[in-house]
């Protein structure tokens, strides 16, 4: 006689932050939404109830109604904002999507000799930056005109009478030199040399006869970087240049920055040239014991590099806690910028709980590091490898090891598993969207706490993926004020495992009227068991790796986002962010309580000859058929439909 037994073990992983969303059409403007997205068009449900909502488009309404953003801090003007998001930015909001109002006036902020076409707020800002006087003119109403005027500031000598029968100069622009502009001969005698202005000529020029002289003292220019020689009447002449102090033509014209000694170098410590660029990291300071005595004067260029760690100056980079992406961001981290300016190293935090990641890049040897938005809010709806991936719109990977099942609706190792009848268990295309930088949660707060205690119970949200996954909008997450993003985003890791053996007992034989203790065999899920065979007296229950499985369900849940059990930034694990369960008791992860009791029918009624295997915690029920004999698991599913309902 031939009998087969079949036995369903099951297993359940219980995640601690659970909320299940439904599908509806998005046709309502939400002034915020549940994940802390302003002015979103978006279901109602995910409209944050605290806050107006309205079944029309966004461009509709009058609290998402475009206008003009003015931020007063940096003097910036943005058009066609909504005015929450405007308020939320701490800007002023205008009814004028154009921004034609009078904060936004453009004009001239004149620096030196460079322009600027910007806001007069800006232009105070720009020149206090760089210690210069605000000097805005609105009366110019383009850039073009803004550029040339400030451009063509003209500097050279202002010759004038020295009211004792000679002459002296000024070095300054054409503006502030009332002489009529001349042109220097260089075949005029010094005597007859008239007053007036000379373009690109110094004071020192022995042609126009005045009684300023070269000397060794040097100075610094406001919004300049470079080193400049004075003469002797205390006018500023051509970048330090020790090597050609005894040139008569550099104390004659005008030598551009391009034409003076070590043009597109830093010249950072020279002795002997004063041409310092900040842009290549350096700029002329006073000199000190450390930095040298230059050659002539008392300014030397000085590197701003940061040497102890090898940066040069501008340049910025990526910090944050290890590992980065692929969904192993740690519960806590935090992406920061750093960067190199004038020898110190300055951290910048991108938006904090990972709203922002930090990206950089290499221009030559040169670094250079961005915080920009997190882009994970739709990963969970991509059901192609190749949507998942698409670096373009969103910030996903493409985790071909597991699947979103279509039969049991939730997410599953890819296994080879084959039914009786040959066919794979589940034909569902292979492989699930997740975040490549998982977000984070606030879940210490009392809104939507995580911290589930051992006494208390969960409860589960159905997982969902594609058109049905749950929408986290397209804006930054606002945790703090937010649970409902965090629960719906842990909830998709829920899940449950059975696990089917097949029994078959050998015949009896004429001499021996005693059953055989055949052997069991593993069918379905065997990727988590020891042995695929065992003898008939086996309990195949305890050949089954549990925390196998429950190690890599939990592998799926961290990269959920702060969600499972994993390390944080500091590098400490706890597993208090889930809990497996087999036969209502707790096998891994310590979120949950340890024992929860079955509320199953626990009924029998098995033939005494058939043999049975039965769940050691709780009853099946048993049924025997043209010589089959199966354990239904039935204790188990109904506590599992329980928990998930």
Request: glycine letters at 10%.
């Amino acid at each position: 006689m031939n009998k087969k037994i079949e036995l369903s073990l099951a297993f359940i992983i219980v995640l601690l932050l659970t909320l299940s969303f439904g599908s509806a059409e998005a046709n309502y403007c939400c002034e915020k939404t549940v994940s802390g997205a302003w002015c979103q068009n978006a279901p109602q449900e995910q409209c944050d109830s605290s806050y107006q909502a309205a079944p029309t488009s966004c461009e509709s309404t009058s609290y998402c109604k475009a206008g003009c953003c003015f931020d007063s801090r940096e003097g910036l003007c943005m058009e066609s904002t909504p005015q929450r998001v405007c308020e939320a930015s701490n800007g002023t909001w205008a009814d004028n999507k154009d921004c034609n109002i009078i904060q936004c006036q453009l004009g001239c902020c004149v620096l030196a000799d460079q322009g600027a076409f910007v806001t007069l707020t800006r232009c105070k800002q720009i020149s206090g930056f760089y210690g210069l006087k605000t000097d805005f003119r609105k009366t110019i109403t383009d850039e073009l005109t803004c550029i040339a005027t400030a451009s063509s500031s003209d500097r050279g000598a202002c010759v004038t009478d020295n009211g004792v029968g000679g002459k002296t100069c000024k070095f300054t622009t054409r503006d502030n030199c009332k002489g009529s502009s001349l042109v220097l001969d260089n075949s005029t005698n010094a005597s007859k040399s008239a007053p007036g202005f000379y373009k690109d000529v110094l004071c020192t020029a022995p042609e126009l006869g005045t009684d300023c002289g070269k000397s060794t003292k040097t100075t610094l220019r406001d919004g300049k970087d470079e080193i400049y020689f004075t003469d002797t009447c205390g006018n500023v002449a051509n970048i330090y240049d020790a090597n050609r102090y005894d040139d008569p033509k550099y104390w004659r014209n005008v030598y551009k920055k391009s034409q003076s000694c070590g043009a597109g170098a830093s010249n950072a410590g020279s002795k002997t040239c004063g041409n310092c660029d900040y842009y290549l990291g350096s700029i002329g300071k006073r000199a000190t014991g450390v930095l040298g005595k230059p050659t002539y004067g008392d300014y030397v260029c000085v590197d701003l590099a940061c040497k102890k760690q090898g940066k040069k100056h501008g340049e910025s980079w990526c910090v944050t806690d290890k590992p980065i992406g692929e969904g192993l961001d740690t519960v806590g981290s935090r992406y920061y910028k750093e960067v190199c300016l004038n020898n110190e190293i300055l951290t910048e935090p991108c938006a904090d709980y990972r709203n922002e990641i930090c990206i950089e890049g290499k221009f030559g040897s040169f670094t250079e590091a961005a915080c920009r938005p997190n882009r994970w809010q739709d990963c969970l709806q991509q059901l192609e490898g190749d949507d998942c991936t698409n670096v373009d719109v969103r910030d996903c990977i493409w985790v071909p090891e597991y699947y979103y099942s279509t039969t049991t609706g939730q997410i599953e190792k890819s296994t080879n598993d084959t039914n009786s009848d040959g066919n794979l268990n589940d034909p569902s295309p292979k492989g699930i969207c997740m975040p490549n930088y998982p977000p984070g949660f606030n879940f210490w707060g009392s809104s939507n706490a995580v911290g589930v205690s051992s006494s208390r119970s969960s409860t589960n949200a159905t997982p969902s993926f594609g058109a049905n996954a749950p929408s986290f909008g397209t804006g930054y997450v606002n945790p703090a004020s937010s649970g409902t993003s965090a629960t719906a985003m842990c909830a998709q890791g829920n899940a449950d495992i059975t696990i089917k053996w097949k029994k078959t007992e050998k015949p009896l034989v004429f001499w021996d009227d005693e059953e055989q203790d055949g052997e069991w065999e593993c069918k379905q899920n065997c990727q988590y068991v020891l042995s695929r065979r065992l003898s008939g007296n086996e309990q195949p229950d305890k050949f089954i790796n549990y925390q196998a499985w429950a190690n890599e369900m939990n592998n799926i849940c961290f990269k959920f986002g702060d969600c499972g059990g994993y390390i944080n930034f500091l590098g400490e694990y706890t597993d208090e962010g889930y809990a497996a369960y087999y036969n209502n008791r707790r096998i891994a992860g310590s979120g949950g309580a340890e024992v929860i009791q079955s509320t199953a029918n626990t009924s029998t009624t098995a033939s005494a000859t058939t043999p049975t295997f039965t769940n050691p915690s709780s009853s099946g029920t048993s049924t025997s058929s043209s010589g089959v004999s199966g354990f239904s698991g039935l204790a188990i599913k109904e506590w599992i439909k329980q928990l998930t309902s």
